[in-house]
T-cell receptor, first 116, second 110 residues
């Protein structure tokens, strides 16, 4: 158990809908990362937050948004869902984030999203 | 072109064999990560390294910064090592972006 929790575990929804995925980082971790893993594209970095502020953006679509709240939990919002958004969405956390440094990330169990 | 290339894509070994998985990257990095993804989907970080060599039990990771190359070695492989191994780098303009290899699926037979 990494200490990172994600809810829900599974989510089935229809095209055009909007969903919210939730992540609670390990106690003491200030950074949260979101990743998407689809069958055809592998793991992709979406976005990173550090202590409530956006730190880095990867291949995140405009239909997707995220935020990190004062209690450090994070939510990933996916809207106008398409079939291609079906994937595993992972959240990870780490203690801190710094320009030229990196630290170990602890991954949550993931949320499996199925768009029908 | 992918920023991170891994080889091989698939690897089958007999229990006890020495295994090597390779990773090459093309961006400037602050660190390289080796991840293990179990058949159930969970991801575990095995190593984070920015230079030299690290060892945890039967696993060894090395990195050559000049050649932009890393290797993950498994000594005395065991069926429980069967998993997907993923190389990732912290890189990009502010070193806070992450780029992933496509993974190496390892199957260790008893």
């Amino acid at each position: 158990d990494s200490g990172v929790t994600q809810t829900p575990k599974h989510l089935i929804t229809a095209t055009g809908q909007r969903v919210t995925l939730r992540c609670s980082p390990r106690s003491g971790d200030l950074s949260v990362y979101w990743y998407q893993q689809s069958l055809d594209q592998g793991l992709q970095f979406l976005i990173q937050y550090y202590n409530g502020e956006e730190r880095a953006k990867g291949n995140i679509l405009e239909r997707f948004s995220a935020q990190q709240f004062p209690d450090l939990h994070s939510e990933l919002n996916l809207s106008s869902l398409e079939l291609g958004d079906s994937a595993l969405y992972f959240c990870a956390s780490s203690v801190w984030a710094s320009g030229r440094s990196a630290d170990t990330q602890y991954f949550g169990p993931g949320t499996r999203l199925t768009v029908l | 072109k992918n920023e991170v290339e891994q080889s091989p894509q698939n690897l089958t070994a007999q229990e006890g064999e020495f295994i090597t998985i390779n990773c090459s990257y093309s961006v400037g990095i602050s660190a390289l990560h080796w991840l293990q993804q179990h058949p159930g989907g969970g991801i575990v970080s095995l190593f984070m390294l920015s230079s030299g060599k690290k060892k945890h039990g039967r696993l060894i990771a090395t990195i050559n910064i000049q050649e932009k190359h890393s290797s993950l070695h498994i000594t005395a492989s065991h069926p429980r090592d069967s998993a997907v191994y993923i190389c990732a780098v912290s890189g990009g303009d502010n070193f806070n972006k992450f780029y992933f290899g496509s993974g190496t699926k390892l199957n260790v037979k008893p």
